[in-house]
């Protein structure tokens, strides 16, 4: 995947893209795990997941509010401990911490890792920026809660940020998330990639792409996009 025209891109993964929430398929590499990263990582291929955030300040890799869907337990991750979260599991291992993510990765492909605010922005940088403190490796921070970026702006500039956008976002919307924001790169669903503001802003910086989940929709976006975020058939 070539660079952004607005120059070389930090975060390029090369024509593999960035795998989302790992490798992903069937029952033995579920989303979000240890064992869909590692796919991700035979690959070659750079890895997009999720962020959340325990009631004790620590951080997970789950992308879901609750474990209903991943795990069978109602439990909420922003209402409960790690300890309590370190108990569940997703594809027979423990659901992984960012540390945990950041430590198999070991700088091999850039991170796509997008934070999932539940009305605790404040509290996930400060948490953030510990977690990912003293990694070497490539990675980018991205929301669709404009305020995460405004907050890593402001305390932490080192740290590349992003602003995922929404098709259905209303223009006016959509002005303010990418003033409050000031992104380094967006993250457009596939939809919206076509429209005048996203061939605006691809001159400014990388836009990436998602979700693409077939190989009709690689083709539609290879053109209009520096790279993408793929799953199921959509891989390269």
Same mark, same amino acid.
Request: proline letters at 3%.
């Given at each position: 995947m070539r660079s952004s025209?607005?120059?070389?891109d930090p975060l390029d993964p090369g024509r593999n893209g960035f795998?989302?929430?790992?490798l992903h398929h069937g029952d033995a590499f579920l989303e979000n795990s240890f064992a869909a990263f590692a796919a991700a990582l035979e690959l070659g291929a750079g890895i997009e997941c999720d962020l959340r955030l325990t009631a004790d300040h620590e951080v997970v890799v789950f992308?879901? $509010?609750d474990a209903t869907r991943m795990c069978g337990d109602p439990m909420t991750i922003e209402g409960s401990t790690l300890a309590k979260i370190g108990r569940l599991q997703v594809g027979g291992r423990s659901i992984p911490t960012l540390e945990s993510l950041l430590a198999l990765v070991g700088g091999h492909v850039p991170l796509?890792?997008?934070?999932?605010?539940?009305?605790d922005h404040w509290r996930f940088g400060p948490a953030l920026v510990r977690a990912l403190g003293g990694y070497r490796g490539r990675?980018?921070?991205?929301?669709?809660d404009?305020?995460?970026?405004?907050w890593l702006k402001t305390n932490a500039p080192a740290i590349r940020r992003g602003l995922v956008? $929404?098709?259905?976002?209303s223009r006016l919307k959509r002005w303010f998330a990418m003033q409050l924001a000031d992104p380094q790169f967006l993250a457009v669903d596939r939809a919206a990639l076509a429209r005048s503001w996203v061939v605006r802003a691809r001159s400014r910086l990388p836009v990436y792409s998602w979700t693409i989940a077939?190989?009709?929709q690689r083709r539609a976006a290879l053109p209009l996009a520096d790279a993408l975020i793929w799953e199921a058939d959509g891989r390269p």
């Open positions: 025209r607005s120059g070389a795998a989302h929430r790992g992308h879901d $509010r796509l890792l997008e934070v999932k605010i539940e009305g990675f980018g921070v991205m929301s669709f404009p305020r995460l970026a405004r956008v $929404r098709d259905n976002l077939t190989a009709d």
